[in-house]
């Protein structure tokens, strides 16, 4: 007769090997079915300039990403034997995307006690139409979930466990999060709230200092981007004057330039709509009525609430609390930025769905093995809309030199609209490209212009055509100038249709001094 104690066995919702095989499984999905090429669906100008950082130390747009700026240090400093826009694409998006798939695992098992219905969470999240695009395309977004859920599961563990140090490491990950994407201020109020209720445990002073010495380190983050905004070995790509001024920086930072988008969401109830249209469409016909049955879970599992229901309410207030942001911001790429919206949205509902259906142990495994199989058929079929997709700027290169050869002058300023403009940034700096040349996005051409002696003629490319717009905008910018157009030729079909112009000074001795 054995003597040997049992032994206790980890429950599955708790398995490390699960939860690896989760996050191996969504990156070995997202990075095979990338984007093909430089840019992306979202916004091809944005993807194209991130990818650019796998080769090459240069600027992104406000409020300047250094935790981004830090993902292309490593990935230049690897220099691994692919594709540059792969390999970034891949860090940026896939790694994190896999990561917030596997952190939904572990917070819907927690909270329903049930692997079923996390691994569901992670295929339903996994195959959001949003998350799937965005997993596959350069972009912050799927890195911002990712921080977003670990911040969230963490408190999660916090709550239940009623340990600080849960708490500490929630903060760890939020500090490191604002190098990411400043929008993380939106989750602030779930902090303090849990801070708040949590009073007699959190607010110590060795906590407190704790938690402020992290949210410091993270502040710290843009000290780093003052440095690559300094180092010699940074690229110039349109957004900052380099080595800039400390105001310069400030505004940087800050995205004064971006300031006609603050609040602008509010004028209409086009980004509301829009934010509907990504959850109706995150899994067509299903998501909705999920994330409404989830809704109703919650509210209905009130009286009964336990550590579990708590849970829930932290995961769905963290979907309430990026809720203003998405709703106040008018960009014009508004569906980028729904992911911390539509990622606890759906899991928070999943896990409500499982946590109620504890109380009916025999309907309950049919319905999480419903949702799992709603999630693996939607796997499938994103499988085959990304793999179909079609890169954006696949002759480009091929197109410049051809229109290239044409120009009217031998050091041409070359004017692009946003997304063409980044993806030849991106071979700009690799040197595949035509030169010398002054390349710039359409509203830096007029800086590129004023910069040339004002006594001789100035000449260049408009890529694509813009109907002598730029010509109009230079002569009212600079009277001097008379401007006039030269055919570019190009062999069918033509993707990017260009013409050459000439500046010349209108009357050079008029201007003299003397005369």
């Known amino acids: 007769m054995s003597t040997s104690a049992p032994t206790s066995h980890r429950p599955a919702y708790q398995s490390p090997w699960l939860v690896i095989a989760i996050f191996l499984f969504w990156l070995t999905y997202y990075a095979s079915l990338l984007f093909p090429g430089l840019g992306g669906m979202l916004n091809a100008g944005d993807s194209a300039k991130f990818q650019t950082l796998g080769h090459t ?25 692919f ?10 998006a896939s790694l ?32 959001a139409g949003l998350m799937a695009v965005q997993s596959t395309e350069a972009e912050v977004y799927p890195l911002a979930l990712a921080f977003i859920l670990s911040v969230v599961f963490a408190l999660i563990l ?29 989750l602030a109020p779930i902090g303090l709230l849990v801070m708040a209720t949590h009073h007699r445990i959190l607010l110590r002073p060795r906590v407190l200092l704790a938690v402020l010495a992290l949210l410091l380190a993270g502040a710290s983050q843009y000290l780093y981007l003052a440095w ?14 380099l080595p800039p001024t400390t105001s310069e920086l400030i505004d940087y930072i800050a995205g004064t330039y971006f300031g006609d988008l603050y609040g602008s969401g509010l004028q209409s109830l086009q980004t509301a709509s829009v934010l509907m249209g990504t959850l109706s469409q995150a899994h067509p016909m299903i998501s909705l009525p999920l994330i409404g049955l989830g809704l109703l879970a919650f509210v209905a599992g009130w009286r009964g609430r336990n550590a579990g229901w708590m849970g829930i309410a932290l995961v769905l207030g963290t979907a309430l609390a990026f809720l203003p942001f998405m709703i106040w911001y008018g960009a014009y790429d508004i569906q980028a ?35 799992l199989a709603f999630g693996v058929l939607r796997t499938g079929e994103m499988a085959g809309y990304l793999s179909a997709r079609e890169p954006d700027y696949a002759e480009l290169v091929k197109t410049l030199d051809v229109v290239m050869a044409q120009s009217p002058v031998d050091n041409p300023v070359v004017s692009m609209s946003y997304g063409l403009r980044m993806a030849t940034l991106y071979h700009e700096l690799l040197g595949d490209i035509p030169a010398p040349a002054i390349y710039r996005v359409t509203w830096r051409t007029e800086d590129a212009i ?25 002569e009212h910018r600079n009277p001097h100038l008379s401007c006039s157009t030269l055919p570019i030729e190009q062999p069918g079909p033509v993707t990017w249709p260009a013409y050459g112009f000439v500046c010349d000074p209108a009357d050079t001795s008029a201007k003299l001094p003397g005369n």
């Open 57 to 81: 130390s240069i600027l992104v747009h406000g409020p300047g990403y250094p935790f981004v700026l830090m993902i292309g240090t490593v990935v230049r400093a690897l220099d691994l034997p």
């Open 83 to 92: 594709e540059p826009w792969r390999v970034m694409t891949i860090a940026l």
């Open 96 to 127: 994190p995307g896999a990561l917030a798939n596997a952190m939904a695992f572990l917070i819907v098992g927690r909270l329903t006690r049930s692997a079923l219905f996390g691994v569901s969470a992670a295929f339903l999240l996994g195959s």
């Open 158 to 186: 916090f709550i239940e466990t009623k340990r600080p140090s849960y708490f500490i490491i929630a903060c760890a990950i939020y500090a490191l999060s604002f190098g990411n994407h400043l929008m993380m201020v939106m």
């Open 228 to 241: 690559v905004t300094q180092a010699p070995s940074t690229a110039y790509s349109e957004y900052l004057p």
């Open 337 to 371: 930025f729904h992911l911390p919206v539509l990622g606890p949205l759906l899991i928070g509902a999943i896990a409500a769905i499982g946590w109620w259906l504890a109380g009916w142990p025999r309907l309950r495994p049919w319905l999480g093995a419903l949702l």
């Open 450 to 474: 004023s910069d040339r002696d004002p006594l001789e003629p100035v000449g260049g490319i408009v890529i694509p055509t813009d109907g002598e717009q730029m010509l109009r905008w230079i």
